[in-house]
């Protein structure tokens, strides 16, 4: 691990928001706009969330591999670097990283299992250990993720508000269905998932925010995207997207030969 988010790849690999909202030219090509880009992404991120519910690894784990998902696609188009496939794979290296290694027969069992209609989402271990080598090329080996949990756990304390751990610790979670984690520093949006608790349960932490000396409008934009989000997408916290709303864009993308 680097010795801090500062001096990690992490750091020097954020990105403008326009960088991450691109799509790919090959996906462009194949007529998929960056809603349905985005959706795919929202969709997929859902996909490792329900798989990791069934191997049972930490919620760590879990953003490593929403993270490597989300990053990769800012390298690679869906066309060459099938979601469906890529999504599992990212789980199983993630875990490794992580270490809290789940066997890629665990996860294709499960795969296989839970997707048992639809032929599209089911691959072999071979299938994942070569995805796997993909992947580690398309990151560039660039494996070390920070995430906001350890900074929000710090600045609930510090702000005297632990009672807002599991409020705030959500949210954390649902920027994940985002693409926050590749544009901020963590600590940035811990900051605004307290912002965000915080006016939502009454509690006053105006001064305290203002002794940080944090810039507040990152803080407030910050917010305002997950409220955004909250706002744009409903999704289903056990299903996911609406089926009639991420079918036709799946349907896009080339499934296995």
Known sequence: MAANFWTSSHCKQ???Q?????????DSDRGITPEEFRLVKIHMSFHIWRLAQQVKVRQRVIATAVTYFRRVYTRKSMLD???RLVAPTCLYLASKVEESTVQARLLVFYIKKMCASDEKYRFEIKDILEM??????????YLVVYHPYRPLLQLLQDAGITDLTQFAWGIVNDTYKMDLILIHPPYMIALACIYIASVLKDKDTTLWFEEL????????NIAMEILDFYDTYKIDPQRGLPEDKITPVMNKLPSKA
């Open 14 to 16: 954020l990105l403008d």
């Open 18 to 26: 326009e960088d991450v909202d691109k799509v790919p030219q090959a």
């Open 81 to 83: 670097y099938d979601p």
């Open 132 to 141: 796997e080598m993909k992947l580690l090329e398309a990151l560039d080996y």
């Open 213 to 220: 000396r944090v810039d507040m409008n990152i803080v407030k």
